[in-house]
């Protein structure tokens, strides 16, 4: 890689997505351990429109998702974002901006999400100071940990099209400026 990061921790590198991140990014996504709390699996077109949506969230709104790398590493150990999300799922969920991230299964435990989400808050609240959304798989109880050491706080159970249940959080704008 040449270009640098657009953001660095200690040990975590995140870069705006690329075209060549694609088809590794979906791969990552597609395992059946690191799908299990956002739906399972899903065909790899659907998951190449979540990654295209993702990254021209950049484009129109100025901000979007990072590919999450360890420092001097080109392997993507997941995603983690904050993304413009219409999900129909009501005024308080939708059209606001939407924080979420994807990891590797065989990253748990090692911090990297809360690592990486305080690096991309940190850049988040002081360019766009906006409050944000997130929602997670009721069972997902690690996120929902993660969230609320984030700032969320519960905001309320919804049902998602396929008819899982899963939690919204909200957390307040923080602006920096």
Not at 17 to 43: C, S, Y
Not at 89 to 108: F, N, S, V, Y
């Amino acid at each position: 890689m040449s270009e640098r990061p657009f953001l660095q921790t200690q040990r975590l590198e995140l870069w705006k997505p690329q075209a060549r991140d694609m088809h590794e990014l979906v791969a990552l996504t597609r395992h059946e351990e690191t799908a299990r709390f956002i739906g399972g699996p899903k065909a790899y077109a659907e998951d190449v429109t979540r990654f295209m949506r993702h990254a021209g969230s950049w484009m129109l709104f100025g901000y979007g998702s990072l590919m999450l790398r360890e420092r001097g590493s080109s392997d993507i150990l997941g995603t983690l974002a904050i993304f413009y999300s219409w999900r129909d799922l009501g005024k308080d969920m939708d059209g606001l901006p939407e924080a979420g991230w994807i990891l590797r299964h065989d990253t748990a435990g090692k911090g990297y999400a809360h690592e990486a989400m305080s690096a991309i808050f940190n850049w988040f609240d002081e360019e766009h100071g906006l409050p944000l959304n997130c929602m997670i798989d009721s069972n997902n109880f690690a996120s929902i940990k993660l969230a609320g050491k984030l700032g969320f706080k519960p905001m309320r159970e919804a049902q998602l099209p396929d008819g899982a249940r899963t939690q919204l959080f909200h957390r307040e704008a923080k602006r920096k400026n």
